[in-house]
């Protein structure tokens, strides 16, 4: 599997544990700590979650709800993953050149 689903799998069952803050907080710094070392161009939005859900656990007032956010964060990288080429194959089997 590769970093980037496992990077949204954290992220979806970060969205799931939702009401549940604090679970939910410990699996987005999951996600982050992965982020952070297979998948930086993520780790703004990853961070913007977690504070999101920080906020809601001390009970301070937000402008953007966190699931919300998430909602549209996973959203957002599931695009990203259908527009990116796919990584060229490589042939199998014996490469046979041949001479001119």
Do not use: C
Not at 36 to 59: C, Q, W, Y
Not at 61 to 82: M, Q, S, V, W
Request: glycine share 2%; hydrophobic share 40%.
């Amino acid at each position: 599997m590769r970093t980037r689903d496992q990077v949204i799998n954290l992220l979806t069952m970060a969205r799931q544990l939702m009401p549940n803050w604090s679970e939910a907080a410990r699996k987005l710094e999951l996600a982050l700590s992965v982020a952070r070392k297979f998948e930086p161009d993520l780790v703004p939005n990853i961070e913007m979650a977690l504070s999101l859900t920080v906020s809601k656990i001390h009970g301070l007032p937000t402008t953007t709800d966190p699931r919300k956010f998430l909602d549209d964060l996973i959203l957002a990288i599931k695009a990203e993953e259908e527009e990116r080429p796919a990584a060229p194959v490589p042939p199998r089997g014996r490469i046979v050149r041949r001479r001119p």
